[in-house]
């Protein structure tokens, strides 16, 4: 794996401050990191993993160098406030008032560099009752609606990881907005401040389910909606041999293709839309896949277009040879890890350097920015500073 060579990415020549968090934090920094930004991420002196494990594969924290700065200490401050005079975005994820109180907060910082976009990515927002409030993925999908119509009727609902809250509705949408404020700022001249919230971007990813139900085509409540397992031509089944295969065979024709290959009639299943036929008929297909192995099944489905797919563990998903085709995984054999995403014709983005320890390449990072290397080596002799 290459080190951290100069990036050629679109974000090339950016400079971002990441002060480092958990979930949606790292994860938007990742994404500015893979298309180019040059990133400094700062963790804190007493820096330890909160999950544990080899934070050399913490791939979230990968195509960046990481420095370790006391921000207790007032020549630590000064330094990140430094830091933020060369950033074009500066990144945080601490709860409302925080940055404030450290004297780091927008007005502070955008005093000195009114070209600064300082994105602020919280569970509630910067306003609300629940501003102060903690929280995580699961907190937020239920105060949208969102958590509330997923998984089987009968049952309690089934948090989808932590997908939809921490990394579609905050990481993604923080970079959505970082991006825009960049765009704006060529025109400008000016930073801004991003108040990306998880609440807020869970709810955003919600808008086609409140237009369906506005439209009287959602049905309120778990189960019996077309999107949420409850069609039997949309759902995932058990095969013979314990896994599964993923049916998303919603259009007409792949329904008749689906149906077909299964040993059934396409024309005893024409009205597939409607909703009083899906729990028999669901109980009449589980019966048929249970028959096969998935790997049967697919092999039977292969060259159909009856959007049939194997449902994959992580670890299969690596070796699957359309993704291996596709590239939909990069890193060295030992470290598979999904690849930059969306893909660029021109400048596309690139896996530079696996995650780094604090320290670790720091210095040169920081040189990148034009720091004075006396400043930082006073800093790294009173032990206020890791830079490597």
Known sequence: MPDAAPAKGPLAGIRVLELAG??????????????GAQVVRVERLDHTSVAGGDERYNYLNRNRRAIALDLKAEQGLAFARKLASHADVLIEGFRPGTMERLGLGPADLMEDNPRLIYARMTGWGQTGPLA????????????????????????????????????????????????AAL???G?????????????????LLMTQVFAWSRMGIWRQGRGGNLLDGSAYFYRCYETADGRHIAVGALEPQ???LFVKTIGLDPSDYADHLNPAHWEERGATVAAIIRTRTRDE??????GIDACVSPVLSPQ???SHPANIERGVHVGPDDA??????????????????????PGEGGMAALEQWELESAEIDALASAGLLVAG
């Not at 009968?154 to 949408?173: A, E, H, I, K, S």
């Open 297 to 302: 099944w697919i092999a039977a489905f292969q």
């Open 187 to 203: 025109t400008s001249g000016r930073g801004q401040v991003i108040d990306a919230a998880m609440i807020d971007g869970a709810s």
């Open 336 to 357: 598979r890890q999904p690849a930059p995403a969306p893909r660029l014709s021109r400048t596309p983005g690139a896996l530079q350097a696996m995650p780094s320890l």
């Open 22 to 35: 958990l979930g949606p934090t790292p994860f938007g920094a990742m994404v500015l990191a893979d298309f």
């Open 132 to 179: 102060q409030a903690a929280g995580h993925d699961i907190n937020y999908l239920a105060m949208t609606g969102a958590l509330y119509l997923i998984g089987q009727p009968d049952r309690p609902p089934q948090p989808p990881l932590n997908l939809v809250g921490n990394f579609g509705g905050g990481g993604m949408t923080m970079v959505a907005g970082i991006l």
């Open 254 to 256: 792949f329904h008749a």
């Open 316 to 318: 299969e998903a690596l």
């Open 183 to 185: 765009v704006e700022r």
